[in-house]
């Protein structure tokens, strides 16, 4: 199992809005790891067989499950480059219309209701990555992580779970630090 | 949104202490070379998956490893991991090379039956039939195919002249 140890540092995506979480148990920022992995065909093609069954409740097979994957995943760091591009310091990106709130509606009682975000890939049918973020202000985003979501609740998936710890321990280092 | 409560910083004073962690020298935009990639070949970005997914599928069935493979290839290891991530631009050759040695099929041009195109473009503006073996790079099955294309402009038809 994969063990987080804490913030190792904090990368800038785009400048003044965007910025990656570099966890000390892993190789890169979660913005590298995620378009690494996500384009890697022979990476998710480990990963589907590993989660091949979690695939019949989309009526889909491995392979089609790969290729959704990449393409979803481009289209999310598209986005992210063309905000990237089109940002300068008088003209800041509009971030705020690329994550959504991660708790559902209804459920402002959770106590990071106001903070854990979420980014979704807008095209094609029940898109299934996820790039999580904290929202530190208006327009400023960290992002702690990502993932594929094959199910109902990310409480259902150890990989999610993890996500959500790390959504946690992030959220505790930016209070600490001021910036939340 | 709700205001957060309880603010140590205001949102300037949170970039302003973000530009001091983030020195210039440090930038690690990995992500950006790999969306500027994706961009550039776009119109390929699918075909490389599907060919990367085949390749992988017919060395399942073969039992064969990866090394093994990059050495019937004459290829290094590095240049077919890049390919069986999807991540090189291929070269026909290269796709050839790949059909060879695991003796399947990854991608197809169509044929045309000349004879058949001959006759029809004697005529001033007619329709042209001709028949196609197509083959799905995804299954590797062949498939048979009729293709029409309607031919209108004289130059057209010159260039299927040309052809047959």
């Not at chain 1, 965007?18 to 378009?35: C, F, G, I, P």
């Not at chain 1, 209701?113 to 095209?123: I, L, P």
């Not at chain 1, 594929?148 to 710890?165: A, G, T």
């Not at chain 2, 699918?46 to 992988?56: K, N, P, Q, T």
């Amino acid at each position: 199992m994969f063990i987080i140890v804490k913030i190792f540092e904090i990368k800038e995506i785009i400048t003044g809005a965007l910025y990656a979480v570099h966890w000390t148990a892993e190789a890169d920022h979660s913005m590298n790891k995620m378009a690494e992995q996500y384009s890697d065909a022979q990476f998710l093609l480990a990963y589907f067989e590993q989660n091949k069954k979690k695939l019949d409740f989309f009526r889909t097979d491995v392979q089609s499950a790969v290729l959704k994957t990449i393409n979803e995943a481009n289209e999310l760091i598209q986005q992210i480059l063309e905000l990237a591009e089109n940002s300068s310091a008088s003209k800041k990106p509009d971030l705020d219309s690329l994550f959504v709130q991660l708790h559902k509606e209804g459920a402002f009682t959770h106590h990071r209701y106001y903070t854990d975000f979420k980014a979704v890939g807008r095209r094609g049918e029940a898109p299934w990555i996820r790039i999580y973020a904290v929202k530190c202000d208006y327009n400023l985003y960290f992002i702690t992580g990502y993932g594929i979501k094959l199910v109902k609740q990310m409480q259902d998936d150890p990989l999610l779970i993890i996500e959500l710890e790390k959504l946690e321990r992030a959220s505790r280092y930016l209070k600490q630090e001021g910036y939340l | 949104m709700r205001r957060i409560k309880n603010m140590a910083l205001t949102r300037e004073e949170k970039i302003a202490k973000l530009k001091q962690l983030n020195k210039p020298e440090d930038k690690n935009d990995k992500w950006r070379e790999i969306a500027q990639w994706n961009r550039a070949h776009a119109e390929s970005l699918e075909d490389f998956v599907v060919i990367a997914l085949r390749i992988a599928e017919a060395i399942k069935e073969q039992n064969i490893s990866q090394t093994m493979l990059a050495e019937r290839l004459s290829i290094t290891p590095q240049a077919l991991t890049r390919i069986m991530k999807g991540r090189q631009n291929l070269t026909l050759q290269t796709i050839r090379k790949f059909e060879q040695v695991l003796d399947i099929c990854l991608i197809s041009v169509h044929t045309r039956e000349p004879g058949t195109i001959r006759h029809h473009a004697r005529l001033q503006h007619t329709e042209i039939n001709y028949k196609s073996d197509e083959m799905p790079v995804f299954s590797g099955k062949m498939k048979f195919s009729l293709i029409t294309e309607t031919v209108s402009k004289p130059s057209s038809i010159k260039k299927y002249l040309r052809i047959a």
